[in-house]
Antibody, heavy 122, light 110 residues
Framework: EVHLVQSGAEVKKPGESLKISCQGS????????IGWVRQMPGKGLEWMGN????????RYSPSFQGQVTISADKSINTAYLQWSSLKASDTGIYYC???????????????WGQGTLVTVTS | QSALTQPASVSGSPGQSITVSCTGT?????????VSWYQQHPGKAPKLLIY???NRPSGVSNRFSGSKSANTASLTISGLQAEDEANYYC??????????FGGGTKLTVL
């Protein structure tokens, strides 16, 4: 069975850095894209970007380009989302999901990780 | 990037059918058959219900169906059950290698 397991909740101060993780199992991690999706408190879903762990090819949403960094370590089947300087507005739940792409197009996300709650507060 | 447009809420009684709409543009829903739908119960991760407009993954009830006409996609849930009460999100590829989600629709089962 395909599983994505994310790292635990984080509480950080504005200006701090953070790296959260997403470990895949039950499938060929290097052969499928992984996407990251943000859900701010009480709000909807926003696509942040995708990475192909096989060669670390990465695509970002224009809304998140330059704001976060997506990376992967294929030796341990893990993808990462990181911030160099957090803001209070980064508070939210961050989901990773296996991303199905074909012909240069991201088509859908399945399955999803359980989510990582990031709280940024002074 | 503007989100796809969904009604904030819909409701229905057990056994009834409801439809959730998702409106975009010719650069996303109207231009590609890459619409997907997700169900999210409170405090849980989203779950894929429909992909490529109208296809159901293995394990998803056939009470869920999807369709598309021009720039609007629709999710229909037939034979409403209490467990269907959740938030529903549409998603589509948009020209320029972007993925859009709708704002979400809260389904209340009366």
């Amino acid at each position: 069975e395909v599983h994505l397991v994310q790292s635990g909740a984080e509480v950080k101060k504005p200006g701090e850095s953070l790296k959260i993780s997403c470990q895949g199992s039950g499938y060929s991690f290097t052969s499928h894209w992984i996407g990251w999706v943000r859900q701010m408190p009480g709000k909807g879903l926003e696509w942040m970007g995708n990475i192909y762990p096989g060669d670390s090819d990465t695509r970002y949403s224009p809304s998140f380009q330059g704001q976060v960094t997506i990376s992967a370590d294929k030796s341990i089947n893990t993808a990462y989302l990181q911030w160099s300087s957090l803001k209070a507005s980064d508070t939210g739940i961050y989901y990773c999901a296996r991303s199905v792409r074909c012909c240069g197009v991201t088509k859908w996300f399945d399955p999803w990780g359980q989510g990582t709650l990031v709280t940024v507060t002074s | 990037q503007s989100a796809l447009t969904q009604p904030a809420s819909v409701s229905g009684s057990p056994g009834q059918s409801i439809t959730v709409s998702c409106t975009g543009t010719s650069s996303d829903i109207g231009g590609y058959d890459y619409v997907s739908w997700y169900q999210q119960h409170p405090g849980k991760a989203p779950k894929l219900l429909i992909y490529d407009v109208s296809n159901r993954p293995s394990g998803v009830s056939n009470r869920f169906s999807g369709s598309k006409s021009a720039n609007t996609a629709s999710l229909t849930i037939s034979g409403l059950q209490a467990e269907d009460e959740a938030n529903y999100y549409c998603s589509s590829y948009r020209t320029g290698n972007t993925v859009l989600f709708g704002g979400g629709t809260k389904l209340t089962v009366l």
